[in-house]
């Protein structure tokens, strides 16, 4: 009996190491993310995102993934700071949401822009690797 709960006990460990793992790495893609947009790095975003990824923005514009690396390989668009915070790893098996709040700010098609608000994204395991599968923005009102 005892060596049957060592058994539980060890794989429940396991468990939870890899979750944390896990929560781990989706937390260093988010940031990854914030860190190839601010240097418009496309290739990089291509790599984070799933085939049939879709953001909803703020305004409720819908971007596919060839939408936003588009986007991001758009260098009149300029970010200047992308920091995302607070953020907490819901983690589902496969899958896992983050939530979190971000601070932007930088220049699109020569207008300046500054933005806080807060954000959902869905990773997947797939393939060997996460990925975002879906994202959502709101702007904190001013």
């Given at each position: 009996?005892?060596?049957?709960?060592?058994?539980?006990?060890?794989?429940?460990?396991?468990?939870?190491?890899?979750?944390?793992?896990?929560?781990?790495?989706?937390?260093?893609?988010?940031?990854?993310?914030?860190?190839?947009?601010?240097?418009?790095?496309?290739?990089?975003?291509?790599?984070?995102?799933?085939?049939?990824?879709?953001?909803?923005t703020a305004e409720g514009v819908l971007y596919n993934k060839a939408?936003?690396?588009?986007?991001?390989?758009?260098?009149?668009?300029?970010?200047?700071?992308?920091?995302?915070?607070?953020?907490?790893?819901?983690?589902?098996?496969?899958?896992?949401?983050?939530?979190?709040?971000?601070?932007?700010?930088?220049?699109?098609?020569s207008k300046p822009w500054e933005r806080r608000g807060r954000f959902?994204?869905?990773?997947?395991?797939?393939?060997?690797?996460?990925?975002?599968?879906?994202?959502?923005?709101?702007?904190?009102?001013?």
């Amino acid at each position: 009996m005892k060596s049957l709960l060592a058994g539980l006990l060890f794989c429940f460990m396991l468990t939870l190491s890899a979750r944390a793992q896990d929560s781990s790495r989706v937390i260093a893609m988010e940031n990854a993310w914030n860190h190839a947009e601010l240097n418009n790095d496309a290739a990089a975003v291509e790599l984070l995102l799933a085939d049939d990824f879709v953001m909803t923005t703020a305004e409720g514009v819908l971007y596919n993934k060839a939408q936003m690396i588009a986007s991001v390989r758009d260098t009149s668009y300029r970010p200047e700071a992308l920091q995302s915070t607070e953020m907490v790893v819901h983690g589902f098996g496969d899958a896992a949401v983050v939530t979190g709040a971000y601070y932007e700010k930088g220049v699109d098609k020569s207008k300046p822009w500054e933005r806080r608000g807060r954000f959902t994204d869905t990773w997947i395991f797939k393939d060997g690797r996460w990925q975002c599968a879906a994202s959502h923005f709101s702007i904190k009102p001013k």
